[in-house]
């Protein structure tokens, strides 16, 4: 069964490219969302829950840090990986807030891949 990677992102051109690059992995499916609300929606309403959450801090309705925190108090989500990414910001607030991992945009492909790879496997 294909593990599922939710993929929170407003920038639709990002995520478009980001689904694309970690389709590549073997077994894995994405789903995307373009806000952190659409995002908590998702994690209350489907099962399994996602493999991976890679979410940007920088969101509409609900941000990144939020949706974060949020996941940190729900434990069905405890244990859900959670990769932060951002343009503007160091990810020292993200990981506080509980992200496994960083990842500063602009960023090369094979690193998410990388990281998500190691996250599945780990």
Do not use: C
């Not at 689904?19 to 908590?40: K, Y």
């Not at 940007?56 to 859900?80: A, F």
């Amino acid at each position: 069964m294909a593990r599922t990677i939710l993929i929170v992102e407003d920038d639709r051109a990002l995520a478009g490219t980001l689904e694309i690059g970690l389709l590549a992995l073997d077994d894995v499916d994405t789903v995307t969302v373009f806000d952190g609300r659409e995002a908590m929606e998702y994690l209350e309403t489907n099962t399994p829950t996602p493999a991976i959450v890679l979410t940007d801090l920088d969101l509409p309705r609900v941000d990144g840090y939020q949706l974060i925190t949020w996941m940190r108090t729900r434990p069905e989500l405890l244990r859900v990986p959670v990769i932060a990414m951002s343009a503007r910001h160091d990810g020292t607030a993200a990981l506080k807030a509980g992200a496994n991992e960083f990842l500063a945009k602009p960023f090369a492909l094979a690193v998410v891949r990388a990281r998500v790879q190691e996250l599945l496997n780990g």
